[in-house]
């Protein structure tokens, strides 16, 4: 069965700061890969996703991601925050393959950005 | 617009009863799915099914039940079993399958007093 890790759990960012976010999975296989953002009181929206092609994909509001196969990475980034970025992030993952395959989310990060 | 329907938001319980959050969807979506967030934990399946009248456990689903009589409609029964069930319960929809992503409810948020 896969897994996801996310190491850093609580952090915190001044305005204009870079951003990344770790997520680490593992499984052997194909998979789709996901960010999904949690801002306070809303539900999780879906802030980029990776199925194929280019590893950087580019996500709503200025975040991007980097698919690197040899590290089992997605990490987050953002060049400069706002503290509109202010939320709880969550990497999550699915392998691509026939059948139902369920999606295992990480624990998530919550991003604290200070004016 | 399109899109997923907890209510209610906010729930209270008692020990002891058991109690129905609601999820209902316009999506036209296949799949839908029950996860419980609970603070660093992440989110855990509960139950999800892929089609009408079928369903299937999660990884928690001790505790829960669940139906799906139709296509739009897919409640969360949390009973007395369940040991801990103060949480915030999310439900969610895809198409076929879950490859492609989720969309989510907003969220109901549960406590046992």
């Known amino acids: 069965a896969q897994s996801v890790s996310q190491h850093n759990h609580h952090v915190i960012l001044s305005e204009a700061a870079s951003l990344e976010l770790g997520c680490n999975y593992s499984y052997g296989g194909t998979v789709n890969l996901f960010w999904y953002v949690q801002y306070p009181g809303q539900h999780l929206q879906l802030l980029l996703k990776?199925?194929?092609?280019?590893?950087l994909v580019k996500g709503i509001k200025g975040f991007e991601a980097e698919f690197i196969k040899s590290k089992f990475s997605f990490n987050l980034r953002k060049p400069s925050v706002q503290w509109s970025d202010t939320a709880e992030y969550f990497c999550a993952v699915i392998p691509f393959s026939g059948g139902y395959q369920k999606v295992t989310f990480g624990t998530g990060t919550k991003l604290q950005v200070i004016p | 617009d399109g899109g997923i329907t907890q209510s209610p938001k906010y729930l209270f319980r008692k020990e002891g009863q058991n109690v129905t959050l609601s999820c209902e969807q316009n999506l036209n979506h296949d799949a839908m799915y029950w996860y419980r967030q609970d603070p660093g934990q992440g989110l855990r399946l509960i139950y999800y099914s892929q089609i009408v009248n079928d369903f299937q456990k999660g990884d928690i689903a001790e505790g829960y039940s669940v139906s799906r009589e139709k296509k739009e409609s897919f409640p969360l029964t949390v009973t007395s079993a369940q040991k801990n069930p103060t949480a915030f319960y999310l439900c969610a929809s895809s198409l076929e399958g879950s490859r492609y992503g989720y969309t989510f409810g907003s969220g109901t948020r549960l406590t046992v007093v």
């Open positions: 990776y199925f194929s092609g280019d590893p």
